[in-house]
């Protein structure tokens, strides 16, 4: 398989810092939204993989013969990464619009705890390297995210904040999601040819 273009990734990159800056600001937060933007744009898409390699986990159960297991590790990591990266802006965004890190807010300690379990769920998994239990550890994490979502309160969080926008910040979010679903779509492929180029 061929490696992507370096020049997508950079075309991709360049539009999400476009879209950042030309955003609108919004009534409350004014350009503190921002960062906002970028934090749920990165965190959707970081959960969006992690339920996507929750899912290749679940197919390994079903089909024996199935080798994805180094996918379901590299689309799990990623969703990690940029799941983490969400979380880091997160804490821009808390500075930002509340002159603090919110340490106690529901959403900042299930972030840490779904970083924090998917990173021992992986390592586990690569010590343990059982074909069969190895995929569905990484699921563990989507299950605590999945459920937490739905119990926990939110805090700082406004309920549905996307979802009762405006349609140019609602729009601002989706194009950020989509140009960050690019550039993972981009990574994954990058780390496909790099694996079959190894083999």
């Given at each position: ?49 992690l339920v996507f390699a929750a899912l290749l986990g679940l197919l390994a159960q079903f089909n024996s013969g199935w080798r994805g297991t180094g996918r379901q590790a590299d689309v799990f990591l990623l969703g990690l990464a940029f799941f983490g990266l969400g979380f880091c802006i997160s804490l821009l965004a ?106």
């Amino acid at each position: 398989m061929r490696f992507p273009s370096p020049w997508l990734l950079i075309a991709l990159l360049a539009t999400a810092a476009a879209v950042t800056l030309l955003a609108p600001e919004e009534r409350t937060l004014a350009a503190g939204i921002r960062p906002v933007y970028v934090h749920v744009a990165l965190t959707w898409t970081g959960m969006l993989l992690l339920v996507f390699a929750a899912l290749l986990g679940l197919l390994a159960q079903f089909n024996s013969g199935w080798r994805g297991t180094g996918r379901q590790a590299d689309v799990f990591l990623l969703g990690l990464a940029f799941f983490g990266l969400g979380f880091c802006i997160s804490l821009l965004a808390g500075w930002v619009n509340w002159g603090g890190i919110p340490l106690r807010e529901p959403r900042f300690i299930l972030s840490v705890n779904v970083l924090v379990l998917g990173l021992l769920a992986f390592a586990l998994g690569k010590v343990l390297a059982h074909p069969r239990l190895s995929p569905l550890l990484l699921a563990v994490p989507v299950i605590l995210l999945l459920a937490s979502t739905r119990l926990q309160s939110f805090g700082l969080h406004p309920q549905g904040p996307v979802a009762s926008a405006p349609l140019p910040i609602r729009g601002t979010f989706y194009l950020l999601f989509l140009v960050f679903l690019g550039c993972a779509g981009w990574l994954l492929c990058w780390l496909t040819a790099r694996r079959s180029s190894v083999q």
